[in-house]
């Protein structure tokens, strides 16, 4: 695919996780980059995203908790302090066609995507 991710698996209450996501075939640096994900039965939401300055921006339910990084070769997430409702398939999104911009966390401005990593938080 043109966005792979990794860095899913189970992982415990409390615990942290690393998810990276490279743009494989992408030609060009993407203007904006997320990470959305989606429970069982749930809606897409968006969780982080950054733009080509790294400038990060982050939805309510990871704030304080997550980081998002990105450079020329991929893009990771950390979330700490790890809670049972983290539990999703996250995905890997890019936009080749708009800047972040104040709705960086609408999935319809992203025109790749990745297949998804699960991710299981257990007590």
């Known amino acids: 695919g043109q966005l792979a991710e990794s860095g899913g698996g189970s992982q415990e209450v409390g615990g942290s996780l690393t998810l990276s996501c490279v743009p494989n075939?992408?030609?060009?640096?993407?203007?904006?980059m997320a990470w959305f994900r989606q429970g069982p039965g749930g809606w897409r939401e968006g969780v982080a995203a950054i733009d080509l300055d790294g400038h990060p921006n982050y939805a309510a339910s990871v704030q304080g908790r997550g980081a998002i990084s990105r450079d020329r070769t991929r893009m990771t997430l950390q979330i700490n302090n790890l809670k049972v409702e983290d539990t999703a398939t996250y995905f890997c999104?890019?936009?080749?066609?708009?800047?972040?911009?104040?709705?960086?966390?609408?999935?319809?401005?992203?025109?790749?995507w990745g297949q998804g990593t699960q991710v299981t938080v257990s007590s």
């Open positions: 999104a890019a936009s080749s066609l708009v800047s972040c911009g104040m709705n960086s966390l609408s999935n319809r401005q992203y025109n790749f």
């Open positions: 075939t992408i030609p060009r640096q993407p203007h904006c």
